[in-house]
């Protein structure tokens, strides 16, 4: 949803339901949705709660954002590759086909860091001017195991206009 800094807890509510064991995560996504707000000086966000059971991005990839804010509430949180220990030209189409620990796209299990329980980061993208081709390099945590993991993620609403306009317009060829 778009939303803004004082809208957010009354939408999670209406979402979520107003239990009093859920206050507690409704009072912080609601505080970091005004602090994101805060710090770029906007208006409204895109909020994303997300309730999912498998990786969404299993590869390690940049964005094309200027910034994104990602927190973990349960599960295992985002991993990211430091870009000094990373072959960035080893993403996408450069993996030539092979797995991420399998393309030099790093060179030791122990580079890859992972976000805790609770962390909040800003992710910086390709999209941030000047940043180009050193956008934070992430992923969505990797387990041998099913998982669940509640994750949140505030885009700047460009992203969210962006990709609705996208839609529409390929809906209607």
């Known amino acids: ?34 602090i994101f707000c805060d710090l770029f000086k ?12 498998s990786p969404m991005c299993p590869r390690f990839h940049t964005d094309n954002v200027k910034c994104r804010l990602v927190t973990t509430y349960y599960g295992p949180g985002t991993q990211w590759l430091p870009n000094n220990l990373a072959d960035s030209a080893k993403l996408g189409p450069g993996n030539n086909g092979l797995a991420d620990e399998e393309s030099g796209l790093y060179f ?10 609770g962390d909040v980061a800003l992710l910086k993208g390709e999209g941030w001017k000047g940043n ?42």
């Open 1 to 34: 949803e778009v939303v803004g800094p004082d809208e957010s807890r009354k939408l999670l509510l209406d979402q979520l339901g107003e239990f009093s064991n859920i206050s507690p995560l409704v009072d912080d996504i609601s505080n970091i949705t005004k």
């Open 108 to 117: 030791d299990e122990a580079d890859i860091e992972q976000l805790n329980i």
């Open 132 to 173: 180009e081709g050193n956008g934070l390099i992430h992923r969505s945590p990797h387990s041998d195991q099913k998982y669940k993991r509640l994750y949140l993620t505030i885009d700047f609403v460009e992203l969210y206009l962006k990709i609705h306009q996208n839609r529409l317009q390929n809906s209607m060829l």
């Open 42 to 53: 906007i208006n409204r966000v895109w909020l994303r709660l997300d309730a999912i059971d």
